[in-house]
């Protein structure tokens, strides 16, 4: 990560009496894309908006590039529209008494510029999203995709130092969600913007960020790559959100110390042989395992670690994959197959999964 | 960077003080009228002294002898109502639920009964079915029969006059119901084997039900209020209701304020109640099944019965607003009311007096003045407020809703009594005046004005005015380039409401004209007591002539906004 870009330390936003964030710490590096990933009412959006301007905290400190655009102790708080942030919003909000280029030209003639640059970085913002030869058009007249993509050009025409996006995507059916999600990613590296991006979608998430914050309940979970969320998620919470997976309880074995192999006391007599990223405190009780990374065959266990017996309970067909749940010691387990392993309901199997994917959960 | 930090503190203060002083202005304009009123009812001592000399409750309990007022006033409101109801639900059923030719036509005018005055179609209906010489009667003794065949001068008239100019009202209310109910509900019932009438029996109309009782509870405190259908129709008979009795205890030589008082403060005490019902109502559970969104109702094909409710809808067009305003404009060319064309003498004597003779022109020009002075100045204070009331944070905003919207809880007439009975003894010198009016005016058509741009303020997504801030525009450049376009359609519509409402004010303008302040409404009334039902009818089609110039500049802004979003 190089040099940062936005701080935000202890930020604590209230709705009256309610507290909707509650001290959310969290650096962005200049260039980074950063998702904010989480559950409706989790702070996500308000943590967007106070990055924005367009909430007040009520404690904790927010600075861009260096300058320190809210503090509770100074009593600072910069205008929205003093802090040469650009934003995407979830409605698009596409003014639709305007052209296309008035709106995406918007931002320019609010710092004054000539004509000419104007028109130049219109063009261009225009050029990006694939939008130039709608410019003269009303934009009452434009379809959802082609209102998010003249968002997309009006936020970045005017090269803001930031870019923040408040799940830009949620009003686009699946197919077109899945197109933006694509053309988003390639736009922001070439572009190089910082961003923070929010979303209640975990495919989304994982697929188009450098780094991935969950956020719930008005806090942090976890902050990490999209591969390390996934591989190695911290709470039941994130384990849970994000991707599928089984969270056995159990009791941590004594005298674990850690980061490291870890051993795991199941239901049923069974220990697992588990992996912690953290230092155990030793109250931990349960693991997490990814529904993708347990596999299955046919036959008896053959006294290797996490090598269990079971039966297939039963089996759904969902065409990219497999889902089977499985009768084990330790209660039911959901496993995801690729469809070329097929095993009838009611056959008895064992499944296996690698210590490092059956991950112990903090507490 | 600092000053951002000073305005960020400073502002809410400014709000809330912004707040607290409208408030106290609204509330001040609404409420002390009516406390100077309550006081007056309980004056037991002289009539015109004040404040009053000795106290009681004697005016109250006199009410009681006048039994027969009260029970008028509940038969004809009851009666209206349920033809009001019968009529709006007929029609919004047709409209919603039915694939009735023309429809989109059809739901067009079936609007225009609200912008015809009760005062102008209580008197078309005078012209037309008065015993003896109204039209219907005339053509019945042409025919050689004797006796009258309709007399409008009658219990059943009045109500039925007043259900013609509520019924709109109802039809919008119960069909806004209808709209809002997913046609699933209804489809699920067709797929479990229900025919189309039992469908609406059983689903339809249980739905609805709470919207209709709504609709019904909401008519009946209008009825209640009313005046003009009452005054025009039933005097002649000498049929005599709380707002009629009213006016005739305050024209009486000398005037009888404390009982006139005592009346109004009873009236306003079971409008108010009626429509505190109507609210908890509205805010009952019971509009679950019925979500807040718009469906796209599918109608029910209806072969030949399509044409029998086509002809139903046209009917009441026909003689809520053709046939009155035929009548008028036939009368308003003669120099005595017939419609026996050979008898008929043409002349043009009533639109010259109406323009022309001094105290009428007068009443034109001040209408004209005030409609326009109040929709400018009243909607720019209304913008203001509804800003306040959606998108402030202040303290107390919902309480600043609450108090621009009691003026609609209050009767006109009685509201009009009290700014009477407040300002003549108040020694500010603007009783007599248009100033007066123009406050009282802006007073009743609050909850208008601010209904209006509500709806309008409340489409417009707050994300378009946070887009702005964030590309960099200061809040005045925001307000100038999003806001102020955005909502101009809203303001240019409540600015036409405002000034067709105060066109036809009659209700509030009647206690407080004066020689030197005349407006038309209560100008027609006059030139109907002095018996000119030609100069009345002049008067009245001038009256309708702007309101309907205003309804049709309001059609063509609404139509080319929302062309612009589709």
């Given at each position: 990560?190089s040099?940062?870009?936005?701080?935000i330390?202890?930020?604590?936003?209230?709705?009256?009496?309610v507290?909707?964030?509650?001290?959310?710490?969290?650096?962005?590096?200049q260039?980074?894309?950063?998702?904010?990933?989480?559950?409706?009412?989790?702070?996500?959006?308000?943590?967007?908006?106070?990055?924005?301007?367009?909430?007040?905290?009520?404690?904790?400190?927010?600075?861009?590039?260096?300058?320190?655009?809210?503090?509770?102790?100074?009593?600072?708080?910069?205008?929205?529209?003093?802090?040469?942030?650009?934003?995407?919003?979830?409605?698009?909000?596409?003014?639709?008494?305007?052209?296309?280029?008035?709106?995406?030209?918007?931002?320019?003639?609010?710092?004054?510029?000539?004509?000419?640059?104007?028109?130049r970085?219109?063009?261009?913002?225009?050029?990006?999203?694939?939008?130039?030869?709608?410019?003269?058009?009303?934009a009452?007249?434009?379809?959802?995709?082609q209102?998010?993509?003249?968002?997309?050009?009006?936020?970045?025409?005017?090269?803001?130092?930031?870019?923040?996006?408040?799940?830009?995507?949620s009003?686009?059916?699946?197919?077109?969600?899945?197109?933006?999600?694509?053309?988003?990613?390639?736009?922001?590296?070439?572009?190089?913007v910082?961003?923070v991006y929010?979303?209640?979608?975990?495919?989304?998430?994982l697929?188009?960020?450098?780094?991935?914050?969950?956020?719930?309940?008005?806090g942090?979970?976890?902050?990490g790559?999209?591969?390390?969320?996934?591989?190695?998620?911290k709470t039941?919470f994130v384990?849970?959100?994000?991707?599928s997976?089984?969270?056995?309880?159990?009791?941590?074995?004594?005298?674990a110390?850690?980061?490291?192999?870890?051993g795991?006391?199941a239901?049923?007599?069974?220990?697992?042989?588990a992996?912690?990223?953290?230092?155990?405190?030793?109250?931990?009780?349960?693991?997490?395992?990814?529904t993708?990374?347990i596999?299955?065959?046919?036959?008896?266990?053959?006294?290797?670690?996490?090598?269990?017996?079971?039966?297939?309970?039963?089996?759904l067909?969902?065409?990219?994959?497999?889902?089977?749940?499985?009768?084990?010691?330790?209660?039911?387990?959901?496993?995801?197959?690729p469809?070329?392993?097929m095993?009838?309901e009611g056959a008895?199997?064992?499944?296996?999964?690698?210590?490092?994917?059956?991950?112990?959960?903090e507490? | 960077m600092?000053?951002?930090?000073?305005?960020?503190r400073w502002?809410?203060?400014?709000?809330?003080?912004?707040?607290?002083?409208?408030?106290?202005?609204?509330g001040?304009?609404?409420?002390y009228?009516?406390?100077?009123?309550?006081?007056?009812?309980?004056?037991?001592?002289?009539?015109?002294?004040?404040?009053?000399?000795?106290?009681?409750?004697?005016?109250?309990?006199?009410?009681?002898d006048?039994?027969h007022?009260l029970?008028?006033?509940a038969?004809?409101?009851?009666?209206?109502?349920?033809?009001?109801?019968?009529?709006?639900?007929?029609?919004?059923?047709?409209?919603?639920?039915?694939?009735v030719?023309?429809r989109a036509q059809?739901e067009?005018?079936?609007?225009?009964?609200?912008?015809?005055?009760?005062?102008?179609?209580?008197l078309?209906?005078?012209?037309l079915?008065?015993?003896?010489?109204?039209?219907?009667?005339?053509?019945?003794?042409v025919?050689?029969a004797?006796?009258?065949?309709?007399?409008?001068y009658s219990?059943f008239g009045i109500?039925?006059?007043?259900?013609?100019?509520?019924?709109?009202?109802?039809?919008?209310?119960i069909?806004?119901?209808?709209?809002s109910m997913?046609?699933?509900l209804?489809?699920?019932?067709r797929v479990l084997?229900?025919?189309?009438?039992?469908t609406?029996?059983t689903?339809?109309?249980?739905?609805?039900?709470?919207?209709?009782?709504?609709?019904?509870?909401?008519?009946?405190?209008?009825?209640?209020?009313?005046?003009?259908?009452?005054?025009v129709?039933?005097l002649?008979a000498?049929?005599?209701?709380?707002t009629?009795?009213?006016w005739?205890?305050?024209?009486?030589?000398?005037?009888d304020?404390?009982?006139?008082?005592?009346?109004?403060?009873?009236?306003?005490a079971v409008?108010?109640?009626?429509?505190?019902?109507?609210?908890?109502?509205?805010?009952q559970g019971n509009?679950?099944?019925?979500?807040?969104?718009?469906?796209?109702?599918?109608?029910?094909a209806?072969?030949r019965?399509?044409?029998?409710?086509?002809a139903?809808c046209?009917?009441?067009?026909?003689?809520?607003?053709?046939?009155?305003?035929?009548a008028?404009?036939l009368?308003?060319?003669?120099?005595?009311a017939?419609?026996?064309?050979?008898?008929?003498?043409?002349?043009?004597?009533?639109?010259?007096?109406?323009?022309?003779?001094?105290?009428?022109?007068?009443?034109l020009?001040?209408s004209?003045?005030?409609?326009?002075?109040?929709?400018?100045v009243?909607v720019?204070?209304?913008?203001?407020?509804?800003?306040?009331?959606?998108?402030?944070?202040?303290?107390g905003?919902?309480?600043?809703?609450?108090?621009?919207?009691?003026?609609?809880?209050?009767?006109?007439?009685?509201?009009?009594?009290?700014?009477?009975?407040a300002?003549?003894?108040?020694?500010?010198?603007?009783?007599?005046?248009?100033?007066l009016l123009?406050?009282?005016?802006?007073?009743?058509?609050?909850?208008?004005?601010?209904?209006?741009?509500?709806?309008?303020v409340?489409?417009?997504?707050?994300?378009?005015?946070?887009?702005?801030?964030?590309?960099g525009a200061?809040?005045?450049?925001?307000?100038?380039?999003?806001?102020?376009?955005?909502?101009?359609p809203g303001?240019?519509?409540?600015?036409?409401?405002?000034?067709?409402?105060?066109?036809?004010?009659?209700?509030?303008?009647?206690?407080?004209v004066?020689?030197n302040?005349?407006?038309?409404?209560?100008s027609?009334i006059?030139?109907?007591?002095s018996?000119s039902?030609?100069l009345?009818a002049?008067?009245?089609?001038?009256?309708?002539?702007?309101?309907?110039?205003?309804?049709?500049?309001?059609?063509?802004?609404?139509?080319?906004?929302?062309g612009e979003?589709?």
């Amino acid at each position: 990560m190089s040099e940062a870009r936005i701080e935000i330390d202890n930020l604590v936003v209230r709705y009256g009496d309610v507290p909707a964030v509650k001290g959310v710490s969290l650096v962005v590096g200049q260039g980074e894309h950063v998702t904010l990933l989480g559950p409706s009412g989790c702070g996500k959006t308000t943590t967007l908006r106070a990055i924005a301007g367009l909430e007040e905290p009520s404690g904790g400190t927010i600075r861009i590039a260096g300058t320190t655009v809210y503090s509770a102790a100074e009593r600072r708080n910069v205008p929205a529209e003093k802090r040469g942030v650009s934003m995407v919003f979830q409605s698009y909000a596409v003014w639709p008494h305007m052209s296309v280029f008035d709106n995406v030209a918007y931002g320019l003639r609010v710092r004054h510029l000539p004509r000419e640059e104007i028109q130049r970085e219109v063009d261009r913002a225009l050029d990006l999203v694939q939008m130039r030869n709608f410019a003269t058009r009303s934009a009452a007249l434009l379809s959802g995709g082609q209102q998010q993509r003249v968002a997309l050009a009006r936020a970045v025409a005017f090269s803001p130092t930031v870019l923040l996006f408040d799940e830009p995507l949620s009003n686009l059916d699946a197919k077109l969600r899945a197109e933006m999600r694509v053309e988003l990613r390639d736009l922001q590296r070439r572009l190089g913007v910082t961003s923070v991006y929010v979303t209640h979608d975990q495919e989304e998430a994982l697929a188009i960020s450098d780094r991935v914050v969950v956020m719930n309940v008005g806090g942090i979970e976890q902050i990490g790559t999209p591969e390390d969320i996934y591989n190695r998620p911290k709470t039941r919470f994130v384990a849970d959100f994000v991707g599928s997976a089984n969270l056995i309880a159990g009791k941590l074995r004594d005298g674990a110390s850690g980061p490291g192999p870890v051993g795991f006391d199941a239901g049923g007599g069974i220990t697992l042989h588990a992996w912690a990223a953290h230092a155990p405190r030793g109250g931990e009780d349960h693991v997490a395992i990814r529904t993708a990374y347990i596999e299955m065959a046919a036959g008896a266990p053959n006294g290797r670690a996490n090598v269990i017996a079971g039966t297939v309970r039963q089996r759904l067909f969902s065409g990219d994959f497999i889902q089977y749940i499985v009768d084990w010691p330790a209660g039911r387990l959901t496993v995801r197959r690729p469809p070329t392993e097929m095993f009838d309901e009611g056959a008895a199997i064992t499944v296996s999964f690698a210590p490092e994917h059956c991950v112990l959960l903090e507490n | 960077m600092l000053r951002g930090a000073d305005r960020a503190r400073w502002l809410p203060s400014s709000q809330t003080a912004a707040t607290l002083a409208i408030v106290i202005f609204c509330g001040g304009l609404v409420l002390y009228p009516l406390v100077y009123l309550v006081m007056e009812s309980l004056n037991t001592g002289e009539p015109d002294v004040f404040p009053p000399g000795e106290y009681g409750v004697n005016n109250y309990l006199d009410l009681i002898d006048d039994w027969h007022i009260l029970a008028n006033t509940a038969f004809v409101a009851c009666f209206a109502t349920a033809m009001a109801v019968a009529i709006g639900f007929l029609a919004a059923w047709t409209l919603t639920r039915t694939q009735v030719p023309f429809r989109a036509q059809l739901e067009r005018l079936m609007e225009l009964p609200y912008y015809m005055t009760p005062l102008v179609g209580a008197l078309a209906w005078s012209i037309l079915a008065a015993p003896h010489n109204g039209f219907v009667n005339q053509l019945w003794h042409v025919t050689g029969a004797t006796g009258d065949l309709v007399d409008i001068y009658s219990p059943f008239g009045i109500a039925w006059v007043m259900a013609l100019f509520e019924g709109t009202v109802a039809f919008v209310m119960i069909s806004a119901a209808m709209k809002s109910m997913d046609p699933a509900l209804e489809e699920g019932a067709r797929v479990l084997g229900a025919g189309k009438w039992r469908t609406m029996l059983t689903v339809t109309l249980p739905l609805v039900m709470p919207g209709v009782l709504g609709a019904t509870v909401f008519v009946f405190a209008e009825m209640l209020g009313s005046f003009a259908a009452a005054f025009v129709l039933g005097l002649p008979a000498r049929y005599v209701v709380v707002t009629t009795a009213l006016w005739e205890a305050v024209q009486s030589f000398p005037p009888d304020y404390p009982r006139a008082a005592a009346m109004g403060i009873a009236l306003f005490a079971v409008m108010f109640g009626t429509l505190s019902l109507y609210r908890w109502m509205v805010r009952q559970g019971n509009f679950a099944t019925i979500t807040g969104k718009a469906f796209r109702p599918r109608r029910m094909a209806m072969g030949r019965l399509a044409w029998v409710l086509f002809a139903g809808c046209i009917a009441y067009v026909v003689v809520a607003v053709v046939l009155p305003l035929s009548a008028l404009l036939l009368t308003s060319f003669q120099r005595f009311a017939t419609v026996i064309l050979s008898q008929s003498e043409l002349t043009l004597a009533n639109y010259r007096t109406a323009l022309g003779f001094g105290a009428v022109r007068s009443a034109l020009t001040n209408s004209l003045i005030l409609g326009i002075g109040v929709a400018t100045v009243g909607v720019a204070i209304m913008t203001v407020l509804v800003w306040i009331i959606y998108r402030s944070r202040a303290p107390g905003h919902s309480l600043v809703e609450y108090v621009v919207m009691f003026p609609q809880a209050v009767p006109r007439m009685v509201f009009g009594l009290a700014l009477l009975w407040a300002w003549l003894n108040i020694p500010i010198p603007i009783y007599g005046t248009l100033w007066l009016l123009a406050l009282a005016y802006f007073t009743v058509l609050l909850p208008l004005g601010v209904r209006t741009l509500a709806g309008v303020v409340l489409q417009i997504d707050k994300s378009l005015e946070e887009c702005a801030r964030v590309c960099g525009a200061s809040w005045f450049y925001q307000l100038r380039t999003v806001t102020m376009p955005l909502l101009r359609p809203g303001i240019a519509a409540a600015w036409l409401l405002v000034f067709i409402a105060s066109v036809r004010e009659l209700g509030v303008s009647i206690f407080l004209v004066s020689p030197n302040a005349k407006v038309i409404a209560p100008s027609i009334i006059s030139s109907w007591l002095s018996s000119s039902s030609e100069l009345s009818a002049a008067l009245a089609l001038i009256q309708t002539a702007a309101v309907f110039v205003a309804l049709i500049v309001l059609l063509r802004a609404t139509r080319r906004y929302s062309g612009e979003l589709p």
